[in-house]
């Protein structure tokens, strides 16, 4: 009996997710990409945050879905309110209020940083998101907070994306990240950490996770780390936008006569037919 041998199948390729992240350097925002290359200077503004450049490195952001570097260092006590009012009305493109506080010697330069650091990545995540509308850069020097420890695009980008990954795996509906949010009965309620009591304890419907951050002083990532993982265990629920009104009963919606429309109708209407 003679047996013959076959050849077994060739391996399915996989991919290196880390990899992936190190030659996404255009995936996440390509004209941030352009703008590190060149070296500019200026703000890059997007729908949902802004992101500050000084020589091509980002050295600040700032958006509307994430509590500021104020919220982190006032909320806690961390920085003196008065001392922080005065930094920022006497900040200039010359002397920023980062430079102002460590002159002020009520914070030392390592916890300001750290600070600073967790409230960019929190911003650049939100500025760096999908969005509707194309960004615009505006040339020049100097910002507000001024250069403390500036970060590079790809670090900002790896970063970013890192944090999709993470939160997609705790809960894959990106809707609880900025719809308020409402609290569910769990089939069976698990055990939960003193900061996601501290989280469940603010939903009511009105509020969303950005505004659960800002009440709580805590870092946005964080709370929507805490948020997603609640989401998971049944315990809040995202609330949907309200359905799009339909058009009032005898309104005729306005006749279309472009040839494009009418040449693909044709198209459809001979497929249809075969």
Same mark, same amino acid.
């Given at each position: 009996?003679?047996v013959v041998g076959t050849t077994p199948p060739p391996?399915?390729?996989?991919?290196?997710?880390?990899?992936?992240?190190?030659?996404?350097?255009?995936?996440?925002?390509?004209?941030?990409?352009?703008?590190?290359?060149?070296?500019?200077?200026?703000?890059?503004?997007?729908?949902?945050?802004?992101?500050?450049?000084?020589?091509?490195?980002?050295?600040?952001?700032?958006?509307?879905?994430?509590?500021?570097?104020?919220?982190?260092?006032?909320?806690?006590?961390?920085?003196?309110? #008065?001392?922080?009012?005065? @930094?920022?009305?006497?900040?200039?493109?010359?002397?920023? +209020? %980062? /430079? $102002? !506080?460590?002159?002020?010697?009520?914070?030392?330069?390592?916890?300001?940083?750290?600070?600073?650091?967790?409230?960019?990545?929190?911003?650049?995540?939100?500025?760096?998101?999908?969005?509707?509308?194309?960004?615009?850069?505006?040339?020049?020097?100097?910002?507000?907070?001024?250069?403390?420890?500036?970060?590079?695009?790809?670090?900002?980008?790896?970063?970013?994306?890192?944090?999709?990954?993470?939160?997609?795996?705790?809960?894959?509906?990106?809707?609880?990240?900025?719809?308020?949010?409402?609290?569910a009965e769990p089939v069976a309620a698990p055990g939960?950490?003193?900061?996601?009591?501290?989280?469940?304890?603010?939903?009511?419907?009105?509020?969303?996770?950005?505004?659960?951050?800002?009440?709580? #002083?805590?870092?946005?990532? @964080?709370?929507?780390?805490?948020?997603?993982?609640?989401? +998971? %265990? /049944? $315990? !809040?629920?995202?609330?949907?936008?309200?359905?799009?009104?339909?058009?009032?009963?005898?309104?005729?919606?306005?006749?279309?006569?472009?040839?494009?429309?009418?040449?693909?109708?044709?198209?459809?209407?001979?497929?249809?037919?075969?």
């Open positions: 009996m003679t391996r399915l390729p996989v991919r290196d997710r880390a990899a992936a992240r190190d030659r996404a350097g255009g995936g996440v925002s390509p004209m941030l990409n352009r703008l590190a290359a060149e070296r500019a200077t200026g703000v890059l503004e997007r729908e949902r945050g802004v992101i500050y450049l000084a020589d091509g490195w980002v050295v600040h952001a700032e958006s509307s879905h994430s509590p500021g570097l104020e919220v982190l260092l006032l909320t806690h006590g961390t920085v003196d309110p #008065g001392v922080w009012r005065e @930094a920022v009305e006497h900040a200039d493109e010359e002397r920023g +209020a %980062a /430079g $102002l !506080l460590l002159e002020a010697g009520r914070i030392g330069r390592g916890a300001l940083e750290l600070c600073h650091l967790g409230a960019l990545y929190d911003a650049a995540y939100f500025a760096l998101a999908p969005s509707s509308t194309p960004g615009h850069f505006r040339y020049g020097p100097g910002n507000w907070f001024g250069v403390l420890r500036p970060v590079p695009v790809a670090a900002v980008e790896r970063e970013t994306l890192r944090r999709r990954e993470l939160l997609d795996r705790l809960w894959p509906d990106p809707l609880p990240d900025s719809a308020p949010l409402l609290p939960l950490t003193a900061r996601q009591r501290a989280v469940l304890a603010l939903v009511d419907g009105v509020r969303t996770a950005s505004d659960i951050a800002r009440e709580l #002083g805590r870092q946005a990532f @964080a709370t929507l780390v805490d948020v997603r993982r609640l989401a +998971a %265990a /049944g $315990l !809040l629920t995202a609330q949907f936008p309200p359905p799009v009104p339909l058009p009032a009963p005898g309104l005729a919606l306005p006749r279309v006569n472009d040839p494009d429309i009418t040449l693909l109708k044709r198209l459809r209407d001979a497929l249809e037919a075969l």
